[in-house]
């Protein structure tokens, strides 16, 4: 009885001092009291209403309000960051293409860590109008309100990614069904939009569309774009269209609507808002129309006179004599990918004597005289690229990598006249060949020589004597001839 009465009295004590300490440590502030479940009393009521029942199961069946819901103005992406400091000129005059009756279009420039969004118009001054750059924050809110608020005055979207390498943007390539890839007429303005496009060929096989700027007349527009185009459908198997010609935009305004930067914070950074913003613009946009707009006028050319060898081979760095008048100006031939056997050795004598080659087969047509020179020796390396506009015709590449164009004239020399559009097609177009065979390191400052083959009973013709006296022009005669049942061809000098 006693321990008992003990043990309680110190249970008391216990009691009496935790208190004391908790006192002290709250401050006399009320002990919290707790309350069990369904022990709250009020007069709100907890029960929902038929509309507050229907709102809540809708909203969990419905997906969140997203920029993806509302319908953009057609975007088409602008690939144009090989040409540097001139890009932003070009691309607010190629953007001036679409300013026409009034029209506007948006202009997005995107990176890793800028966005601007511009409106570029016609203007009715003379001077040209461009608004400085005020930078303000990337955020995600601003950005989809400016594209929301701007997509209601533009006629139309372009999408610049100064550097497609990165992840993103590659990505948000890949979504843009259009692109527009512009280009200088010059050599080198040629050659790097060839390289350009040819490594973002891997991200997708969009719609090719071409703008040129600085053509002179619609010739010249022509055979930029024959150069670039059939080396992109051969190479790349990417076919394109002519857009127009880009002439410089005088009379254009630029508005600058945002400039954000989200240089210098490193959580803007890390999340990039933008991607995502404009992957559900990309993906909400109209379809671009076929025939967005008319091609860009450009100075008509004067009616050239009748056409000659010099004419059809302009390019070739020598003088070329006049031949008869059987040649005329290539017309526009689309380049069909072909697939042709592993390399093989082409071998043509270069001295006086003549040489005996195996024909299998008694047929002598130019293709066979071709074939069977290929298999008769060593000198030329036969290489894929097949000439449009005379497909039996073989590129080839000497041993001190010039590229030489392997042609067998028909009987009569009726196809004389392609054969030497096939050599004029290779001299032009001899630096985007040798990118495109870059295992034969193809010296692209020689413009390449034709060995031509013609039958023996054609070797007097004015037209041949005329191209012997060329020193990029070789000439050598066949014949067929039988012996102990085998068939073979007499190659001698003409």
């Known amino acids: 009885m006693d321990q008992n009465q003990s043990q309680r009295r110190l249970s008391e004590i216990s009691h009496l001092f935790l208190s004391d300490v908790r006192a002290k440590a709250t401050g006399n502030a009320p002990l919290p009291v707790r309350r069990p479940p369904g022990a709250f009393k009020g007069d709100v009521s907890i029960d929902l209403t038929p509309e507050e029942f229907a709102r809540v199961f809708s909203e969990a069946d419905e997906p969140a309000p997203a920029l993806s819901q509302g319908q953009f103005k057609p975007v088409r992406a602008v690939v144009a960051h090989h040409l540097g400091e001139l890009m932003a000129d070009r691309i607010r005059d190629f953007a001036g293409m679409f300013c026409r009756d009034g029209k506007r279009v948006g202009v997005i420039y995107a990176d890793a860590a800028d966005v601007r969004v511009s409106c570029v118009e016609n203007n009715p001054h003379a001077e040209r109008i461009e608004d400085e750059p005020t930078p303000e924050p990337l955020e995600a809110q601003r950005l989809e309100e400016v594209l929301v608020e701007l997509n209601q005055d533009v006629d139309a979207w372009l999408v610049v990614l100064p550097d497609p390498r990165n992840a993103e943007s590659r990505e948000l390539l890949r979504h843009i069904s259009h692109w527009t890839l512009i280009s200088g007429v010059d050599h080198d303005g040629v050659v790097s939009s060839y390289r350009t496009i040819k490594g973002l060929c891997e991200v997708a096989r969009p719609n090719l569309s071409i703008a040129i700027f ?83 006028a450009v100075p008509q050319a004067e009616a050239p006179a009748a056409p000659t060898i010099k004419t059809v081979m302009k390019s070739v760095p020598v003088d070329h004599p006049k031949p008869a008048a059987a040649f005329t100006p290539e017309q526009p031939m689309r380049i069909e990918p072909q697939v042709t056997p592993a390399p093989s050795a082409v071998s043509i004598p270069e001295d006086g004597f003549a040489n005996i080659i195996d024909l299998p087969h008694a047929d002598a047509s130019p293709a066979a005289v071709i074939g069977a020179v290929i298999r008769g020796g060593s000198e030329l390396i036969e290489s894929p690229v097949k000439a449009p506009a005379h497909p039996e015709a073989i590129v080839a590449v000497s041993r001190d990598h010039q590229l030489v164009l392997v042609a067998a004239a028909r009987t009569g020399l009726a196809d004389l006249r392609t054969i030497a559009q096939a050599y004029r097609w290779m001299s032009e177009n001899r630096s985007l060949i040798a990118m495109a065979l870059p295992q034969f390191s193809i010296d692209v400052h020689s413009a390449g020589r034709l060995h031509l083959l013609v039958d023996h009973a054609d070797v007097t013709a004015d037209v041949l004597q005329t191209l012997m006296e060329n020193g990029s022009v070789t000439v050598k005669a066949y014949r067929k001839l039988r012996w102990a049942g085998k068939t073979g061809l007499l190659l001698e000098a003409a």
Do not use: N
Not at 245 to 265: M, N, Q, T
């Open 214 to 296: 600085g053509a002179i007349d619609e010739v010249e527009l022509e055979k930029t774009y024959r150069k670039l185009g059939s080396v992109c459908d051969q190479f790349l198997h990417m076919k394109s269209s002519l857009l127009g010609a880009i002439e410089p935009g005088d009379d254009l305004a630029d508005h600058l609507v945002l400039a954000a930067s989200a240089s210098h914070s490193k959580s803007q950074l890390a999340l990039s808002p933008q991607w995502a913003i404009l992957t559900d613009m990309v993906l909400a946009a109209e379809p671009v129309p076929a025939m967005p707009m008319a091609a860009a």
